[in-house]
């Protein structure tokens, strides 16, 4: 027989099975088809999430010309990790009473001297207010392997604790404890750094933001723009978003050697600890909006202020008086020797005007 007629005679014996299988070959070829898509789209959302993380800029609106530097005796100290982090201890004016020690933890892309703009009430207060310069920021080292970013890692957790054992190293607070002022990127981290330790009493966070619910919304804002398959609306639930997250956060931790924990999660674990909230009303990175969900998930006392006309990180800027007074008190009430163990009562106060 010759090769062409055998062909012909496989074809034919094959044809029937074919037929009778032909509706599990169409929707095995439709699975394909549609795993196919599926994957498309999930290399879409994964590099515009990357490039989002990697690349999308925190807005800055401060500069050093907007404060006086404070002055105070320039230190240097051990990171959880051995290296070098440099700070700064400012003590109160002469003839004062010590009213406290409160450690300043400063926004991302700026330094220690940044205390002089948000600290600089408290010192003439009366409080010691302890800065430091990040790792990678300022003066502090710069590991090899790791670049600054503004979203808050484990990285910047570690130098909050490092900071807090330094103080406890120089100065007597086992009655009185520690307070911690913090900034956008710098709030994050002492609010991790706040469930770590039982020395921290009281906290102050401007500007805080979650790191998981940033990616959320500005995944839902880039989608809009640049990819023309919008599951937002298919997905009210927003699932797809979460399990979006949950692949995009393994790959960047993986990718920048550290991790990026929760500070939602950790507001949940501060009952104990008073936190007032500060924001700016017309702040567009960290909406009041978002503010108000953290201050609402924060069990236990807290404040709240929200600052009109302010954009992220210039309360203080805005509307300075309000913002020094608004800190001040706060630490009289709950930081201060004269504000007492009887300041720490359950429940939240709001304020958003002067």
């Known amino acids: 027989m010759r090769p062409a007629d055998a062909t012909l005679v496989c074809l034919g014996a094959i044809a029937p099975e074919v037929g009778d299988h032909w509706l599990l070959l169409l929707v095995l070829a439709l699975l394909a088809a549609v795993l196919t898509f599926l994957v498309c789209v999930l290399v879409k959302y994964m590099r515009l999430g990357i490039n989002m993380f990697l690349d999308t800029p925190l807005p800055m609106n401060t500069t050093p010309q907007n404060y006086a530097p404070p002055e105070g005796e320039i230190v240097s100290f051990p990171s959880l990790d051995g290296r070098s982090l440099r700070g700064m201890l400012i003590d109160r004016p002469p003839g004062l009473p010590d009213r406290g020690t409160v450690i300043f933890c400063h926004e991302f892309d700026s330094d220690m001297l940044s205390a002089g703009r948000y600290a600089r009430a408290l010192i003439d207060a009366g409080y010691t207010v302890f800065t430091f310069d990040f790792r990678g920021q300022g003066r502090s080292f710069t590991p090899p392997h790791y670049e600054p970013r503004h979203w808050p890692s484990n990285h910047e957790v570690h130098d909050v604790l490092a900071a807090i054992a330094y103080v406890e190293s120089r100065r007597d607070i086992s009655k009185t404890g520690l307070g911690l002022v913090g900034v956008s990127r710098g709030a994050c981290a002492a609010t991790m750094a706040a469930i770590l330790t039982p020395v921290v009493r009281c906290l102050v966070v401007d500007g805080v933001f979650s790191t998981d619910l940033r990616i959320d919304q500005l995944m839902k804002r880039w989608v809009e723009i640049y990819s023309r398959i919008d599951i937002v609306s298919v997905d009210r639930t927003y699932l797809v978003y979460r399990f979006f997250r949950v692949l995009l956060m393994f790959y960047v931790e993986l990718k920048c ?98």
């Open 257 to 354: 050697r550290c991790q990026f924990p929760s500070t939602r999660k950790a507001l949940t674990k501060l009952e104990s600890v008073p936190v007032l909230f500060i924001s700016g009303e017309r702040d567009t990175y960290v909406p009041p909006d978002e503010t108000m969900a953290f201050f609402n998930m924060k069990p236990g006392p807290k404040e709240v202020w929200i600052c009109p006309g302010a954009k992220h990180n210039q309360p203080v800027v805005t509307d300075p008086e309000t913002y020094a007074r608004k800190v001040t008190s706060f630490f009289d009430r709950y930081l201060s020797a004269a504000g007492g163990e009887a300041a720490l009562q359950p429940g939240g106060r709001m304020s958003r005007a002067p």
